[in-house]
């Protein structure tokens, strides 16, 4: 079995990228491990928000470019920030022209973002079946059949066949047998590693198996674990996009992946049990839960708040906290003082007592910065916490996609440690690095580097292919 081009995973970049091949005349193909025809993958159960570091994908290169060098501190690869930053419209108007329909949604923080229609209902547990995710993935499975392409179900990668530091194709087993998939070009698409704890421990954090996995279970990392056995480099690990969740979604998949906690932890406190503040709330629910992950427990953070912010914050928005906390069935520490709610939620009471003394008297003060560690207020206002009765929502780390992995240029051909791309190999969406991660956290966003990237490989392809 021969193709000009293959692509390991049905996800969005392998069907971007080889409804894009196959429009500029070449044979394509999808890997996909599952066998059900609505496969789940991320994309089919995405909540469909189109953005790049929450920006609107419509933005012009000249406005969307420095948004990702503010956002990125400059560590993004620059020729990678700059495909991102010139090819976004381009991609939303492919996207479009293959069927998809959007809408504008307005954010928690007053931007305003496509949403893939119809979205999602912001509801308990997920809600995917003939949303957006869901139709335009069968749509563009549809056009690339309609192409002369395929997708090839039960079909699970194991290797790349190299010949000659070249990779000419897949080893795969399908139907229970292995055989040999045959391509002049392979794109790696099949996402990160975020269900993997294995990786998640090695990468990330040793506390692995005390998070809460947001995203679909085959996101295993096997294409990052293919290349660098071809010889690519892996880098930019560290980081990961995730939210704080209500602990007990670890056992009820009703609280995840609403509500959405973010908007009362950077309005309040995050204490671990020793009733101490341990980062910087007024970063966002993001670098928050990145710094849950890596404590010693990451299962050991409550989150703080008074009635005021419970009947303001935590009721802004169709997936808040209040109610959809107790519609879930999750539970929620209350007590008329904090010493009686330290008891009932099991935090040291010294330490919540002179915690939540300090934090309020250095916003009265205004000095919320000297708190240590410091508390900013840049990006989210921090709200004291005064008015009885207090409430404690036990914490955990939700990890929903990884950051980091296969080098790629931005021909989203991979990469030797030393800078030569592998020829025959590319890589696109959430499995690449040189986009994300560092200090700030930066969420490039798992829809735009599929779209985007799935469409530069397919043309990066075609172009080598049409000179030969």
Same mark, same amino acid.
């Given at each position: 079995m021969e193709f000009d081009v293959i692509a390991i995973g049905g996800g969005f970049t392998g069907l971007v990228a080889a409804n894009r091949a196959?429009? @500029?005349?070449?044979?394509?193909?999808?890997?996909?491990?599952?066998?059900?025809?609505?496969?789940?993958?991320? /994309?089919r159960i995405t909540t469909g928000v189109c953005h790049i570091l929450f920006a609107n994908m419509k933005l012009p290169e000249a406005e969307m470019m420095p948004?990702?060098?503010?956002?990125?501190?400059?560590?993004?690869?620059?020729? @990678?920030?700059?495909?991102?930053?010139?090819? %976004?419209?381009?991609a939303i108007d492919w996207l479009s022209d293959e069927g998809a329909r959007f809408v504008e949604m307005v954010m928690g923080d007053g931007t305003r973002s496509l949403i893939l229609a119809p979205p999602?209902?912001?509801k308990a547990g997920l809600d995917w079946e003939g949303r957006g995710g869901d139709v335009m993935?069968?749509?563009?499975?549809?056009?690339?059949? /309609?192409?002369?392409?395929?997708?090839?179900?039960?079909?699970?990668?194991?290797?790349?066949?190299?010949?000659?530091?070249?990779?000419?194709?897949?080893?795969?087993?399908? %139907?229970?047998?292995?055989?040999?998939?045959?391509?002049?070009?392979?794109i790696v698409a099949d996402?990160? =590693?975020?269900?993997?704890?294995?990786?998640?421990?090695?990468?990330?954090?040793?506390?692995?198996?005390?998070?809460?996995?947001?995203?679909?279970?085959?996101?295993?990392?096997?294409?990052?674990?293919?290349?660098?056995?071809?010889g690519a480099e892996l880098t930019g690990f560290g980081e990961f996009y995730g939210h704080p969740v209500h602990r007990e979604g670890l056992s009820n998949d009703k609280l995840w992946p609403f509500p959405m906690i973010d908007p009362v932890v950077q309005a309040a406190v995050v204490v671990g049990a020793?009733?101490?503040? =341990?980062?910087?709330?007024? @970063?966002?629910?993001?670098?928050?839960?990145?710094?849950?992950?890596? @404590?010693?427990?990451?299962? /050991?953070? %409550?989150?703080?708040?008074d009635d005021a912010i419970w009947n303001t914050v935590a009721k802004q928005g169709p997936t808040s906290a209040n109610p959809l906390i107790h519609s879930g069935g999750g539970s929620l520490a209350q007590g008329d003082d904090l010493t009686t709610l330290a008891e009932i939620a099991g935090i040291?009471?010294?330490?919540?007592?002179?915690t939540i003394g300090a934090y309020n008297q250095a916003l009265a003060a205004g000095t919320p910065e000297r708190l240590d560690p410091p508390r900013s207020t840049r990006l989210f206002a921090a709200h004291p916490i005064l008015q009885p009765p207090f409430y404690a929502v036990p914490l955990c780390s939700g990890i929903t996609g990884t950051m980091g992995g296969i080098s790629i240029d931005a021909a989203c051909r991979v990469l030797k440690a030393e800078g030569s791309p592998i020829t025959g190999l590319y890589a696109a969406g959430t499995t690449i690095a040189g986009l994300e991660g560092g200090p700030s956290v930066a969420y490039m966003g798992g829809l735009a580097k599929a779209f985007i990237l799935g469409l530069l490989a397919a043309e990066t392809i075609a172009a080598a292919e049409s000179v030969q």
């Open positions: 196959a429009q @500029l005349g070449l044979r394509a193909g999808v890997l996909e491990q599952q066998t059900d025809e609505r496969y789940i993958c991320n /994309s948004i990702i060098e503010a956002a990125t501190e400059g560590r993004a690869r620059p020729d @990678l920030a700059r495909a991102m930053a010139a090819n %976004s419209r381009r999602r209902r912001f993935m069968r749509k563009l499975e549809a056009s690339l059949i /309609s192409r002369g392409g395929q997708v090839m179900r039960g079909t699970r990668a194991e290797g790349l066949i190299m010949e000659d530091g070249a990779c000419r194709g897949v080893e795969v087993v399908r %139907s229970g047998a292995p055989q040999h998939i045959y391509a002049k070009a392979v996402g990160g =590693f975020s269900a993997n704890r294995e990786m998640i421990c090695r990468h990330i954090t040793p506390g692995a198996d005390r998070l809460l996995i947001r995203s679909a279970p085959n996101a295993m990392g096997d294409g990052i674990r293919m290349a660098e056995a071809a020793d009733g101490r503040r =341990f980062a910087d709330e007024g @970063l966002g629910g993001i670098i928050m839960s990145n710094d849950i992950a890596r @404590l010693d427990d990451p299962q /050991s953070a %409550s989150l703080i708040f040291d009471e010294a330490g919540l007592v002179q």
